[in-house]
Nanobody
Framework: QVQLVESGGGLVQAGGSLRLSCAAS????????MGWFRQAPGKEREFVST???????RYANSVKGRFTISRDNAQNTVSLQMNSLKSEDTAVYYC??????????????????WGQGTQVTVSS
């Protein structure tokens, strides 16, 4: 059974940092893109960041310069370092894996595997 399990969420003050991690099991994702989406209350799920098998990274404009994604293929993990957090970063963060194309990496439907999500709350 394929599973993506997120950890590292929590409550932090604005300007603070958190590091999210995602551990994959059930199959190797070394040949798949991995990334993060988030969903705030009352809003649609939105793209945050993705990293390709070769290490190409992409970020939503809203997090560029503040968040850094990385992956460890040997450990089958992906991480998201979040700095300078803002209240608008408050959301449930989901780990994803799949094989999106070059132009649709930001679309949720292109990812086959999703974690259960971890809550990130940023207090102002």
């Amino acid at each position: 059974q394929v599973q993506l399990v997120e950890s590292g969420g929590g409550l932090v003050q604005a300007g603070g940092s958190l590091r999210l991690s995602c551990a994959a099991s059930g199959r190797t994702f070394s040949n798949a893109a991995m990334g993060w989406f988030r969903q705030a209350p009352g809003k649609e799920r939105e793209f945050v960041s993705t990293i390709s098998t070769g290490g190409l990274t992409r970020y939503a404009n809203s997090v560029k310069g503040r968040f850094t994604i990385s992956r460890d293929n040997a450990q089958n993990t992906v991480s998201l370092q979040m700095n300078s957090l803002k209240s608008e970063d408050t959301a449930v963060y989901y780990c994803v894996a799949g094989q999106p194309g070059l132009l649709n990496y930001w679309q949720p439907g292109t990812y086959n595997y999703w974690g259960q999500g971890t809550q990130v709350t940023v207090s102002s």
